[in-house]
């Protein structure tokens, strides 16, 4: 559960940021944070998309234990809605202060939010439509990507990454 990115790590003064080993065999440092991935999104005039974990390690690469539970998948989800409100709030809250104090009052513009990465199955279903219906009482003005179809099984989503990996003939 180490590899999991968490927001509060991502901001911040980038010398006090935790450096993390992901499961791609490396070392993040956390230089380029959420809040300057939000700044280089504003001057390039692109939307952000902020993809937040479901609570989920990696399906591919993990045959154990897996996901969070309880309390700890409640933890991921409220750090899900501090991005959004780090990203969106105004100055006058917690995380919009924190935002202001990195040097941009103003909120940002960001309404893209992919929930889980690279996920699917029943599992998946079960946390992407719990994210889903959380955020989207909180954020109705908010886009929802899903990894995978879904609207297949009944589920809302606005838009579906899907993740091909294959060869040039195939693209």
Same mark, same amino acid.
């Given at each position: 559960f180490?590899t999991?990115?968490?927001? @509060?790590? =991502?901001i911040?003064?980038?010398?006090e940021r935790p =450096?993390?080993?992901?499961?791609?065999h490396?070392?993040?440092?956390?230089?380029?944070?959420?809040?300057?991935?939000l700044?280089l999104?504003?001057?390039?005039?692109?939307?952000?998309?902020y993809?937040?974990?479901c609570?989920?390690?990696c399906?591919?690469? =993990?045959?154990e @234990?897996?996901?969070?539970?309880?309390d700890?998948?409640?933890?991921?989800?409220?750090d899900?809605?501090d991005?959004?409100?780090?990203?969106?709030?105004?100055?006058?809250?917690?995380?919009?202060?924190?935002?202001?104090a990195?040097? @941009?009052?103003?909120?940002f513009?960001?309404?893209?939010?992919?929930i889980?990465?690279?996920?699917?199955?029943?599992?998946?279903?079960?946390?992407?439509?719990y994210?889903?219906?959380e955020?989207?009482?909180r954020?109705?003005?908010m886009?929802f990507?899903a990894?995978?179809?879904?609207e297949?099984?009944?589920?809302k989503?606005?838009?579906?990454?899907?993740?091909f990996y =294959?060869?040039?003939?195939?693209f």
């Amino acid at each position: 559960f180490g590899t999991m990115n968490r927001f @509060h790590n =991502s901001i911040g003064p980038v010398w006090e940021r935790p =450096s993390q080993y992901l499961l791609w065999h490396y070392r993040t440092t956390n230089g380029l944070g959420f809040h300057e991935f939000l700044q280089l999104c504003e001057d390039l005039n692109a939307e952000p998309l902020y993809v937040c974990n479901c609570g989920i390690v990696c399906q591919g690469r =993990s045959h154990e @234990h897996n996901f969070l539970e309880g309390d700890e998948l409640k933890g991921m989800l409220q750090d899900t809605i501090d991005a959004i409100e780090y990203a969106t709030a105004p100055a006058d809250t917690p995380m919009g202060a924190l935002r202001a104090a990195a040097g @941009h009052p103003e909120p940002f513009r960001m309404r893209y939010i992919e929930i889980g990465n690279e996920n699917n199955g029943p599992l998946y279903l079960e946390r992407y439509d719990y994210f889903r219906r959380e955020l989207a009482a909180r954020y109705p003005e908010m886009i929802f990507v899903a990894n995978t179809h879904v609207e297949k099984d009944g589920l809302k989503t606005d838009i579906v990454d899907e993740h091909f990996y =294959s060869d040039v003939n195939f693209f």
